[in-house]
């Protein structure tokens, strides 16, 4: 059994889910990892790395029987899990000017975006439950979006997304108040702004600028900083969970 504090990452294939768990095995954490695609061996080239710290758990969110199974996994290693940090979602169509009201709507994609960002990390916590109650640290983090603020939303279009970040805001509101009070476990929402990544509008990580213009980040400093706030959660322990960007700034809900 694994005694050292652990975590578990979704979405760890590649992105900025693969640099939470180099990092969190920096800080001397054991990961679970969740692989979704065969293609990609970067988690592989980290098990190398960290032969003793990083386990590879197969891990579809969007299945219930999948979501089990990793869950069965990881229970026979460990009887807690410190952080989970739910980071695997699917982008929607282009969420700037398109899919709008006067557009014709794609509703199957709404519902698989939904299946993904917002049933998908609910399964996870649900499965994964009593082991983050049986950790020191009981902290879930729910990658979210800007997107999903229906307090500053700005954006014509993009039901998909926009809607399974918004809807991920209210679980991580539901399961904060069921282990926040009694059980001083805390959800922290976080929205990790622009990245150079392989999600959604940009082409991958060495690109300076997203398909929007922006400047983004490298993924490895982002992660950084998201993992600053993490690990210092204290600051955001509240009747409420706090939904913040990875300077740990308040956004509105
Ligand atoms: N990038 C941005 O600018 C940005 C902005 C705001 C919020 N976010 C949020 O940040 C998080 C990470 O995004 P990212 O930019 O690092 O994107 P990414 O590189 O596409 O990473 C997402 C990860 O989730 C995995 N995944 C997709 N569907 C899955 C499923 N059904 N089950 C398990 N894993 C699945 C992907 O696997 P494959 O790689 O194998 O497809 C990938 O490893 C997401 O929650 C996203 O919504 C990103």
């Given at each position: 059994?694994?005694?050292?504090?652990?975590a578990?990452?979704?979405?760890?294939?590649?992105?900025?889910?693969?640099?939470?768990?180099?990092?969190?095995?920096?800080?001397?954490?054991?990961?679970?990892?969740?692989?979704?695609?065969?293609?990609?061996?970067?988690?592989?080239?980290?098990?190398?790395?960290?032969?003793?710290?990083?386990?590879?758990?197969?891990?579809?969110?969007?299945?219930?029987?999948?979501?089990?199974?990793?869950?069965?996994?990881?229970?026979?290693?460990?009887?807690?899990?410190?952080?989970?940090?739910?980071?695997?979602?699917?982008?929607?169509?282009?969420?700037?000017?398109?899919?709008t009201?006067?557009?014709?709507?794609?509703?199957?994609?709404m519902?698989?975006?939904?299946?993904?960002?917002?049933?998908?990390?609910?399964?996870?916590?649900?499965?994964?439950?009593?082991?983050?109650?049986?950790?020191?640290?009981?902290?879930?983090?729910?990658?979210?979006?800007?997107?999903?603020?229906?307090?500053?939303?700005?954006?014509?279009?993009?039901?998909?997304?926009?809607?399974?970040k918004?809807?991920?805001?209210?679980?991580?509101?539901?399961?904060?108040?069921?282990i926040?009070?009694?059980?001083?476990?805390?959800?922290?929402?976080?929205?990790?702004?622009?990245?150079?990544?392989?999600?959604?509008?940009?082409?991958?990580?060495?690109?300076?600028?997203?398909?929007?213009?922006?400047?983004?980040?490298?993924?490895?400093?982002?992660?950084?900083?998201?993992?600053?706030?993490?690990?210092?959660?204290?600051?955001?322990?509240?009747?409420h969970?706090?939904f913040?960007t990875?300077?740990?700034?308040?956004?509105?809900?």
């Amino acid at each position: 059994m694994v005694t050292t504090k652990t975590a578990c990452v979704t979405g760890a294939d590649r992105g900025i889910g693969l640099e939470f768990c180099k990092q969190l095995m920096d800080e001397g954490y054991t990961v679970f990892g969740g692989k979704y695609l065969h293609k990609w061996t970067f988690m592989e080239d980290l098990q190398k790395k960290y032969p003793d710290q990083f386990y590879i758990i197969p891990l579809d969110i969007s299945d219930m029987e999948s979501v089990k199974a990793a869950g069965e996994m990881i229970k026979g290693y460990t009887d807690h899990i410190d952080i989970l940090i739910n980071n695997a979602a699917i982008t929607g169509k282009r969420i700037e000017g398109r899919m709008t009201i006067f557009d014709d709507l794609d509703y199957d994609q709404m519902i698989k975006v939904y299946n993904v960002n917002t049933l998908g990390p609910i399964r996870v916590t649900n499965v994964l439950i009593n082991l983050i109650m049986n950790s020191q640290e009981k902290m879930i983090v729910n990658i979210s979006s800007e997107a999903g603020s229906i307090g500053t939303c700005w954006r014509p279009g993009g039901f998909d997304y926009l809607m399974s970040k918004a809807a991920l805001n209210m679980s991580s509101a539901i399961i904060h108040n069921s282990i926040f009070p009694t059980m001083g476990g805390q959800v922290l929402d976080i929205h990790p702004g622009g990245m150079r990544s392989y999600f959604g509008t940009t082409e991958g990580p060495d690109d300076e600028v997203n398909a929007q213009g922006r400047v983004v980040e490298s993924m490895e400093k982002r992660a950084k900083q998201i993992l600053e706030l993490v690990l210092d959660a204290g600051r955001f322990r509240f009747d409420h969970p706090a939904f913040v960007t990875y300077r740990g700034d308040r956004i509105p809900w």
